[in-house]
């Protein structure tokens, strides 16, 4: 399937879980893709990078729901940093473990999960539908009950899949993209490449084989679909596309024209941009 | 670089190496140039049990230049993002984060500048600090010394101070830590009753006044004197040439 057909499922108002972390491996072709459909109200769950940032910067994006927005390389994430600042968008901030609960809340089909983080913190206080819970045993602990993070949708990029959804992250780090799936009643991944299930095998260690068929309704062949971020060893991040990226939220003029150039074309069109 | 001469910036290193030294075998993660140069220190040095990332998933057996990329021959095992939430759960980790704003208390603001809702100056976020803070140990490093870094108050409670961490009691605080506060000016730490920041000691050249003048509320100064930090041998110093050749922390402390 394509990236336009699988986001053909999103509509206005849903929540959707944004795989990857930071600005490294980022499901790119699926974001592009979102804003050529142009839904918006979204709610976006995500270790967020520049898929927040853009969903910020064409207006799409209602509410952020994250541990972090950042590029890496650049350690704030500037389209989101403007939004934050003109008051533009809602946000629920959490500390970066609690987001992993919550994900792992919702994988396992709980209400919450409970951790001593955010405990006298001012987590609390800018999320005041944060509870606390009592242990029930004799230490009679208090700890922050974080809420799954149940998701309508959500989308990943691995580095090969096969046909039928089993995927493999072939880079060092699998981040929490299973977890993504899970959390979602739907889940799309994008990938470099389709290969048959036994090249798939072969390809990599079998602990590459982070996601299966299980998990996905769809997978996409998306080459470049992580791009600007890094999506090793396929690629690594395109910094000098990444800066004149994030240049972008300083003057309008200077977004218009990245939008134009990168965002309101077909993907086929973005990667010939790019590479050129 | 290649005098052996230490500047303030070797000092600095020296001080945040120190605040490694009895951990023996955990895993530090310093943010920023002087706590990453400072946590190699320590473990090229007097605490080679430590376990160190490459600032991404790889653990590595030495003690790497800043700046370089390891080879295969330098990992030492494997430390993804999963299993960084894992070994901070754990407790087995001593954190060295930056503070834009930190208190009397050891309360950390990393994440904005004015009321969150809509903030001035959006800044970091709270990252991990919030987690961080109550599940083992941290230090601060703060390279330029000014009362809008120490503050009465901060604008929002990223890591957790020992104020905060007392009024969840006995259990819910009983992995925090705040080791210490190392500037550019001096070193700092919590050894006072009532867990006020305290002056430990001041760095070479640096006078009592001017700690004060750039402290934004009130410190505790030691009856009978205050410490000099310490110097780092030639030796020490050399070491810092060889792990910091392109002479990043030099340009980060503010002199």
């Known amino acids: 399937m394509t990236a336009d057909e699988a986001v053909s499922e999103v509509t206005d108002g849903m929540t959707i879980g944004i ?21 918006k109200d979204l709610t976006v769950v995500s270790y967020g990078g520049p898929d927040i940032g853009i969903l910020c910067a064409t207006g799409q994006l209602k509410k952020a729901v994250y541990g972090f927005v950042s590029l890496d390389s650049i350690p704030l994430e500037p389209h989101f940093r403007k939004a934050r600042q003109q008051g533009t968008i809602e946000a629920v901030e959490l500390d970066e473990g609690m987001f992993l609960l919550g994900l792992r809340a919702a994988a396992q089909r709980l209400p919450f999960l409970p951790t001593r983080a955010g405990l006298g913190s001012d987590v609390l206080k800018i999320n005041p539908q944060l509870k606390t819970v009592k242990s029930p045993y004799a230490d009679g602990e208090e700890l922050v009950a974080v809420p799954a993070l149940n998701v309508d949708i959500a989308f990943i ?61 769809g997978v996409v062949e998306a080459p470049g679909g992580a791009h600007f971020t890094e999506c090793p060893p396929d690629y690594p991040r395109d910094e000098a596309f990444q800066r004149e990226y ?25 990667q010939k941009a790019v590479s050129s | 670089m290649s005098s052996r001469e230490a500047t303030r910036a070797d000092i600095c290193a ?127 490093w703060v390279p ?44 700092f730490d919590f050894n006072t009753p009532d867990r006020r920041m305290r002056l430990a000691s001041l760095h070479p050249g640096i006078e009592l006044q001017q700690v004060i003048d750039n402290t934004g509320f009130e410190l505790v100064i030691p009856d009978g004197g205050v410490d000099t930090t310490p110097v780092p041998t030639p030796e020490i110093v050399g070491v810092l040439r060889e792990l910091d050749p392109q002479g990043y922390a030099q340009k980060e402390v503010v002199v």
């Open chain 2, 14 to 140: 020296l001080a945040v190496a120190e605040c490694f030294r009895d951990d023996g075998e955990i895993m530090v993660s310093a943010m920023g140039t002087t706590p990453s140069l400072g946590a190699r220190l320590a473990k090229a040095t007097f605490a080679p049990d430590l376990l160190m990332t490459d600032g991404y998933n790889l653990l590595l057996r030495r003690a790497l230049p800043l700046g370089a990329r390891p080879n295969d021959d330098d990992i030492e095992g494997w430390m993804p993002f999963g299993s960084v939430f894992d070994t901070l759960w754990w407790g087995r980790r001593h954190v060295m984060m930056g503070a834009s704003q930190i208190d009397q208390f050891g309360n950390q603001n990393i994440a904005c500048i004015g009321p969150w809702e809509r903030p001035k100056a959006q800044l970091l976020g709270v990252r991990g600090a919030p987690g961080n803070t109550i599940n083992h140990v941290t230090s601060y």
């Open chain 2, 144 to 187: 330029n010394h000014n009362a809008r870094a120490l503050v009465p108050e901060v604008d929002m409670v990223s890591g957790v101070g020992y104020d905060r961490a007392a009024s969840l009691g006995s259990r819910g605080g009983r992995f925090h830590e705040i080791r210490r506060v190392i500037s550019n000016l001096g070193v």
């Open chain 1, 19 to 39: 795989g990857g972390w930071g600005s490294r491996r980022k499901p790119m072709s699926f974001v592009r893709a979102l804003v050529r459909k142009g839904v």
């Open chain 1, 246 to 270: 994030a240049k972008t939220a300083k003057d309008d003029d200077a977004w218009s024209a990245f939008r134009a150039k990168y965002l309101d074309v077909s993907e086929a069109d973005y």
């Open chain 1, 157 to 217: 990029h691995m580095n090969r899949a096969d046909a039928q959804g089993n995927g493999q992250s072939l880079g060092r780090d699998p981040y929490f993209d299973n977890l993504f799936c899970m959390a979602a009643k739907k889940a799309f991944m994008s990938c470099e490449k389709i290969v048959s299930t036994d090249e798939l095998v072969a390809g990599g260690p079998l602990q590459s084989l982070l996601i299966n068929r299980m998990m996905v309704g």
